[in-house]
């Protein structure tokens, strides 16, 4: 049976989660995938496509950044920003995909927008990364029950 209502929340919890709001998708794919409910791949597709959406908010962010470096609401602090876009020199496009990180993750979606990495390849990487760790997260609770 399809429940739109725990897709479309996952969906959205992923969303929000990669983007400047504080949010954790992950504690929500956990549970419904405990529920033994949902399609495992339903699950994984959905939240990775959330997630992968989220952070494209970033990357535009990134490309009008000039504009909002200085509101308050901004993601990233103008020094972490600056380690982004050094840490997206050094690496490039390939940094994209620790874009899940906790910690960095959002400013080298930011940094990406800025550097003007291409929307298709940025969309790639991030998904790739972002639905790596969903697929690790999955395999850890699966591997646990």
Do not use: C, H
């Not at 952070?55 to 602090?77: L, Q, S």
């Not at 380690?83 to 490039?92: D, E, T, V």
């Not at 790739?128 to 760790?133: C, L, N, Q, V």
Request: proline letters at 4%; hydrophobic letters at 55%; a positive charge.
């Amino acid at each position: 049976m399809f429940d739109f209502a725990a897709y479309a929340g996952l969906f959205s919890a992923a969303f929000i989660a990669a983007t400047i709001f504080p949010m954790q998708s992950e504690a929500i794919l956990v549970g419904l995938i405990l529920s033994e409910r949902y399609s495992l791949a339903g699950l994984l597709l959905v939240a990775s496509i959330g997630n992968t959406l989220g952070a494209a908010v970033n990357w535009f962010i990134g490309r009008g950044v000039e504009r909002f470096r200085d509101r308050r609401w901004f993601p990233v602090t103008p020094e972490k920003l600056e380690r982004a876009q050094i840490w997206y020199q050094k690496y490039g496009k390939w940094s994209l995909l620790l874009s899940w990180l906790p910690i960095g993750g959002d400013a080298v979606t930011v940094a990406a927008g800025v550097m003007k990495e291409p929307l298709p390849i940025f969309l790639i990487l991030v998904f790739i990364g972002k639905a790596s760790r969903y697929l690790a997260l999955a395999s850890a609770t699966l591997s646990v029950i």
